[in-house]
């Protein structure tokens, strides 16, 4: 007698039988289309814009200025953020560089730091650093993490198969670091380097603060205070146009490619022994968390005790902190949940339209916070007035930024998913809904925490936005800080710049772990 196929248990079946079927597809096209949609009201702005303003305003010189300010500060932080976040990440996944764990931790908490504080640090401490080479300076120190653990996830569960072959076909270390270990990191390495690009296409404060002008900065003049929304939208169509060159290069590296993880027989690579090479690379990651974390954490401290007499009374920074987390974890929820269908349909239905949905999502992230919040402003005086000046008004506008954010994190928790896993589960017997339900979502399911974290960190710092968003009478820290850095009152602000570094680091540390996962390796 044959006995039936085990069927594992079923949740809600007619709920996400639906989901599994057919609202997947259209719950995704539908997140795509809200998360694109400053794009529309870009061009709406821009459309309003006669063809001889369109000439007039691409042909001044201050055009070819910005295009060459941004052009040139996202190809060097780009370029300097891949080799420090590639070899920081080698040194503490392939060598035996003492105290690894320590250095994985020390080497991330610089995301803790918002990009703005990090600008207000050091203006604050030396008016030499400013312009081009102190927006690089500061911008590399904050990015270079996005960078270094995507890579340091991927050389920590990759298989040592490919790599020990190397070396006993004659190959050094530097041959196999070039010839195996780069190939093997190329999808996380580009996915990191388009984060950071995408990035600094869209940042805003620091480079105020450092007084380099860029389209983020030119645009954010053109509204606020020059309040020709036409020609901003014309400047800010330009940085779309070069947020899709930048997708469309990170798409030729192969980002799709399923990284080989090390299964029951499989085994990470034995440690490249750094012999005399241990105390430069020691001197080297100390100097790169001493510029990256120690400048802003000595300039805190600094400003905290030689000015603590201008600050304001506790209970208004912890008012703004108490609003800060709201909002933050608001709009984590919200965006981790709207990231997962976006993921799911991309994953399983590796076309070329799903592929085009998910990469018009990362688009709005080369836009500025500006730009993005009259976007929102716009939509909710046509379509949803009641919302006009409410708390979700701010919470949407943080979901647009920053679900990029949150697609990628959850898009690589489904890479890391064991090939033919739904496929073992459906051929037991188990319907679509309940595979959905048992057996892929707690596979991800640390992947989510990593994209609520990734979003509340940065959610809880962002600032151009929120100067538009917020509600009346409502005040953020981020907001607070600008008040008092705009008036040079560093010591008024350093209160709400510390509180804003504490409370990011602990999504940084969940992060950290749910990106990397266990390290198996013991220690030196």
């Known amino acids: 007698m044959t006995t039936p196929p085990r069927t594992l248990p079923d949740g809600p079946s007619p709920l996400l039988r639906w989901w599994a079927t057919g609202l997947l597809p259209v719950l995704a096209f539908a997140v795509v289309a809200v998360v694109a949609s400053p ?11 006669g063809w001889a303003q369109v000439q007039r305003l691409l042909g001044r010189p201050l055009i070819a200025t910005l295009l060459w300010h941004t052009a040139t500060l996202t190809a060097a932080v780009t370029l300097a953020t891949a080799v420090l976040g590639f070899g920081a990440a080698y040194l503490v996944e392939r060598t ?4 690894r764990r320590w250095w994985t931790v020390a080497l991330a908490l610089p995301l803790a730091v918002p990009e703005f504080v990090r600008g207000y640090s050091w203006v604050s401490l030396s008016r030499s650093v400013h312009g081009y080479w102190g927006a690089v300076l500061v911008m590399t120190c904050s990015l270079y993490p996005l960078v270094l653990l995507p890579v340091a996830a991927t050389l920590r569960r990759s298989d040592a198969a490919a790599e020990e072959v190397s070396r006993s076909l004659g190959r050094g270390p530097l041959a196999t670091l070039w010839k195996v270990t780069l190939p093997l990191t190329r999808p996380a390495l580009a996915g990191g380097a388009l984060l950071v690009s995408l990035y600094l296409l869209g940042e805003y404060g620091a480079f105020a603060m450092l007084r380099f002008t860029t389209f983020s900065t030119a645009i954010f003049t053109q509204y606020r205070l020059g309040f020709d929304a036409a020609s901003a939208s014309l400047l800010t ?5 070069l947020a899709l060159l930048l997708v469309g290069l990170e798409a030729g590296t192969g980002r799709r490619r399923r990284v080989t993880r090390r299964g029951a027989t499989g085994r990470r690579a034995a440690p490249t022994r750094l012999g005399r090479w241990t105390l430069p690379a020691l001197a080297a990651l100390t100097a790169l968390v001493g510029t990256a974390l120690g400048v802003p954490v000595y300039a805190l401290g600094y400003w905290l005790v030689r000015g603590s007499s201008t600050t304001l009374p506790q209970a208004s920074v912890l008012s703004a902190a108490l609003t800060t987390l709201g909002y933050a974890f608001a709009a984590a929820l919200v965006a981790t949940a709207a990231a997962v269908p976006v993921a799911l349909y991309a994953w399983r239905r590796d076309t070329r339209l799903a592929r085009t949905a998910e990469r018009a999502a990362y688009l709005t992230r080369a836009l500025p916070g500006i730009a993005v919040a009259l976007s929102v402003v716009y939509f909710a005086i046509r379509y949803a007035t009641p919302l006009y000046q409410q708390p979700p008004m ?5 979901v647009i930024l920053y679900f990029p954010l949150a697609l990628t994190a959850v898009r690589a928790a ?32 640390p992947g989510l925490g990593a994209a609520a974290a990734m979003v509340a960190l940065t959610a809880s710092t962002e600032l151009t936005a929120t100067l538009l968003l917020r509600p009346t009478g409502t005040q953020t820290l981020a907001t607070q800080f600008w008040i008092y850095t705009s008036g040079l009152a560093y010591g008024a602000a350093a209160p709400y710049a510390a509180l804003m570094v504490a409370m990011s680091v602990p999504p940084v540390l969940l992060l950290t772990r749910r990106t990397l996962g266990p390290n198996t390796r013991p220690e030196n």
Do not use: H, K, M, N
């Open 39 to 49: 794009l529309v009201f870009v061009g709406i702005q821009a459309a309003q814009s």
């Open 394 to 398: 701010l919470v949407a506008g943080y």
């Open 96 to 99: 035996d560089l003492p105290g």
């Open 414 to 445: 489904l890479a890391q998913v064991p090939p033919g896993v739904e496929e073992v589960a459906r051929s037991l017997g188990t319907r679509p809904a309940a595979v959905l339900g048992r057996v892929t979502l707690p596979l991800i399911l």
């Open 237 to 241: 169509l330009v940085l779309v146009l």
